[in-house]
C-alpha cells in the first residue's frame, strides 16, 4: 500500500482513524507518564510520533487490510520495547559537584565535573568548526532546503557525507555549551561576545535552511536537557526562567519554520496546502507498517545477515567490512516494491517491521527488548555516572537526544553513534590543547 492509498483510505473512514489514534495515543503516553518528565522531553515526542505510527497499524487491522498475524507481531514487539525501556527506572537525583568545589591537579581538571574553562575551550573549537563546515558546505551543495530532499543533498559524494557528520556533532556541542555559557556567565579569554551572538545566529539559521521540518526542535531538545541537568543549580536560577520561555517560542517558531519550508518546497504560500501536507506527514508516520504488511509486502524481502543489518552501516564507516556487503537500508526495499522503482528514499524502518525481516517472528521481539533497554539505559541509568559540568555533558545531551530514535530507525541512531566516535576525539583533543595553552599563558602571567 503506498501513501496515496493509505490517504484515500483514512478519507473513506475518518472517524475510525480519529478514534484509533486518540487510543493508541493515550496508551503510549499512560505507558510512559513516569518516564516523561515535560512536554519538551525527546521521549515526550518520541511517544507522540510512535502513537502516530502505531495508530496506522490499529486502523489497518480495524479496517481489514491486514492479517492479524501481523497485528499480534506489531503489539508484542511494541509491548517488548515498552518492556525494556521501563526496566531502567529515572535517576531521581544527579551528582551536584559544583564548579570550583574542588581544585585539584592538571589531570583533575581534564578528567572531572565541573570545569568550565574546558567546556569554553570546547565551545571555542565546536563553534568554529560548525560555521566554517557549514560554510563550506553551502559553498559545494547550495542551500538545502532548495533540494527535493536531505538525502539528495548528502548524495552527491566527493566527502560531502563527512561534513555532514562533522555538523551533526559540531551543532549540537556549540549549541549546546552556548546555552552553558550563557546560563553560567562563562566567558573565554580573546573571544567577544558578539562572536555568541554569530554563534546563535548560525545555529538557528542550519536547521531553518537544512528543509527538514523536524531538526529545529533538536534546540528545544538541547534546552531541555540543560535545564534538566542544572534544575538544582542556583547560580543559573533566572537563566533557567528565560530557557523556559525560549522553549515555548522555540516550538511556535518550529511550526511557522515547518510552513516556511513547506511553502518554499513546495513553491505555493496557501496555507490549507500548509496544513494538508502536514496531515499527510503526521498520517504518515507509519509508512513501513503501511507499506510492508499489507499484501505480506513484508514476508516478500529476503531477511539477509542480521547482524550486518544493524552494525553494517557503522562497521563500514571505519572500512572494516565494505559497504557492498552491508545490507541495503529497509525502508529503500519497501519503497522500490510498493511503487515499483528506485528513488534512494523510504520510510524509516521502525523496529517492528525491521526485527521481522532480518530476526524473523520470535527474534523480533528479542530484538525490540534489547533496543528499548538500550534507550532506557541511556536515558535512566547513564546520567547517574555524569556530574552537572562535566566535560562529558555535552556528549550524554547528544546520546540522549539521538538515542530515542530507535523508536523509528536503527539507522539514524548508528549514524549518530559513528559520527560522535569519528568527530568526538578531535574536539576535545583540540579542546584541550587549547585549554592547556591557556592554563600556560595564565601561569607565566602569574
Given at each position: ?183 553560567t556567565k562563562t566567558r573565554s579569554e580573546g573571544w567577544p561576545r558578539v562572536l555568541d551572538v554569530f554563534v546563535g545566529f548560525a545555529l538557528v539559521a542550519s536547521p531553518v535552511l537544512s528543509g527538514s521540518k523536524s531538526s529545529f ?143 524473523g517472528q520470535m527474534g523480533s521481539i528479542c530484538y525490540s527488548l534489547i533496543i528499548g533497554m538500550i534507550v532506557g539505559f541511556i536515558r535512566n541509568r547513564l546520567p547517574a555516572f555524569i556530574r552537572p559540568g562535566s566535560a562529558m ?54
Amino acid at each position: 500500500m503506498n501513501h496515496g492509498e493509505f490517504i484515500w483510505l483514512i478519507n473513506e473512514a475518518p472517524v475510525d482513524y480519529a478514534v484509533t489514534l486518540i487510543m493508541t495515543l493515550a496508551v503510549y503516553l499512560f505507558i510512559f507518564r513516569k518516564q516523561i518528565n515535560s512536554v519538551f522531553d525527546p521521549l515526550f515526542f518520541a511517544t507522540v510520533y510512535g502513537a502516530l505510527a502505531g495508530a496506522d497499524v490499529v486502523f489497518l487491522w480495524w479496517q481489514g487490510k491486514i492479517d492479524v498475524g501481523y497485528f499480534i507481531q506489531f503489539l508484542i514487539t511494541d509491548a517488548a520495547f515498552f518492556l525494556g525501556v521501563l526496566v531502567s527506572k529515572p535517576v531521581k537525583e544527579y551528582s551536584q559537584t559544583q564548579t570550583g568545589s574542588r581544585r585539584g591537579s592538571r589531570s583533575f581538571v581534564l578528567l572531572s565535573g565541573g570545569e568550565r574553562p574546558l567546556l569554553g575551550a570546547l565551545y571555542v573549537v565546536s563553534a568554529i568548526t560548525f560555521v566554517v563546515t557549514q560554510a563550506v558546505t553551502y559553498a559545494i551543495q547550495g542551500i538545502p532546503i532548495l533540494y527535493r530532499s536531505r538525502l539528495d543533498y548528502y548524495s552527491g559524494g566527493g566527502g560531502i557525507g563527512v561534513l555532514d557528520r562533522i555538523l551533526n556533532v559540531t551543532w549540537l556541542f556549540s549549541c549546546y555549551l552556548l546555552i552553558y555559557r550563557f546560563a553560567t556567565k562563562t566567558r573565554s579569554e580573546g573571544w567577544p561576545r558578539v562572536l555568541d551572538v554569530f554563534v546563535g545566529f548560525a545555529l538557528v539559521a542550519s536547521p531553518v535552511l537544512s528543509g527538514s521540518k523536524s531538526s529545529f526542535i533538536s534546540i528545544v531538545f538541547v534546552i531541555y536537557y540543560f535545564r534538566f541537568f542544572h534544575r538544582r543549580d542556583r547560580s543559573c536560577g533566572t537563566a533557567d526562567k528565560v530557557l523556559g520561555k525560549l522553549q515555548g517560542a522555540t516550538v511556535l517558531f518550529a511550526v511557522a519554520a515547518a510552513a516556511f519550508v513547506i511553502s518554499v518546497q513546495g513553491a505555493t504560500t496557501d496555507p490549507s496546502l500548509w496544513v494538508a501536507t502536514l496531515g499527510v506527514r503526521f498520517a504518515s508516520f507509519g509508512d513501513a507498517f503501511f507499506m510492508a504488511y499489507p499484501s505480506h509486502v513484508v514476508d516478500s524481502i529476503p531477511g539477509r545477515d542480521g547482524f550486518l543489518a544493524v552494525f553494517g552501516g557503522l562497521l563500514a564507516t571505519f572500512r572494516i567490512v565494505p559497504y557492498e556487503v552491508v545490507p541495503e537500508p529497509l525502508g529503500y526495499v519497501l519503497h522500490r516494491i510498493v511503487y515499483g522503482f528506485d528513488n534512494s528514499t523510504g520510510p524509516n524502518a521502525r523496529h517492528n517491521v525491521f526485527g521481522l525481516v532480518f530476526f524473523g517472528q520470535m527474534g523480533s521481539i528479542c530484538y525490540s527488548l534489547i533496543i528499548g533497554m538500550i534507550v532506557g539505559f541511556i536515558r535512566n541509568r547513564l546520567p547517574a555516572f555524569i556530574r552537572p559540568g562535566s566535560a562529558m555533558e555535552p556528549v550524554f545531551v547528544f546520546l540522549a537526544i539521538s538515542c530515542v530514535g530507535l523508536f523509528a530507525d536503527l539507522a539514524l541512531v548508528m549514524k549518530d553513534i559513528g559520527s560522535i566516535i569519528l568527530i568526538m576525539p578531535f574536539l576535545y583533543a583540540i579542546s584541550g590543547l587549547v585549554y592547556l595553552a591557556a592554563s600556560r599563558r595564565s601561569a607565566s602571567v602569574i
